[in-house]
């Protein structure tokens, strides 16, 4: 079974950048978006971005333009280059896995936007 683990969260300043990794373990179909939900302090989980492992990208209006998402199929990697942070960004990021939504999580990595 696929397991996923986030790496890169932290504090950041408002205007600032921050990047994730999420690496799968074991082998992730091809069939598989990979991809970013988050979640703040009461609120529901929320779509970020995902990318298909042709490389075909999605990402919530929220984050478009200073989100960039990539993945890196031979290290069953996908990352999240975030930049222009707002407080707003502040929540746990969760990367998730899955053909048609998303069948396997990772445990999630909180990032603060705060000066």
């Known amino acids: 079974q696929v397991q996923l683990v986030e790496s890169g969260g932290g504090l950041v300043q408002p205007g600032g950048s921050l990047g994730l990794s999420c690496a799968g373990s074991?082998?992730?179909?091809?069939?598989?978006?990979m991809g970013w939900y988050r979640q703040a302090p009461g609120k529901q989980r929320e779509f970020v971005a995902a990318i298909t492992s042709r490389g075909i990208t999605n990402y919530a209006d929220a984050v478009k333009g200073r989100f960039t998402i990539s993945r890196d199929n031979a290290k069953n990697t996908v990352y999240l280059q975030m930049n222009s942070l707002k407080p707003d960004d502040t929540a746990v990021y969760y990367c998730y896995a899955g053909v048609y939504s998303p069948t396997t999580w990772g445990q999630g990595t909180q990032v603060t936007v705060s000066s």
């Open positions: 074991g082998s992730i179909s091809s069939r598989y978006a």
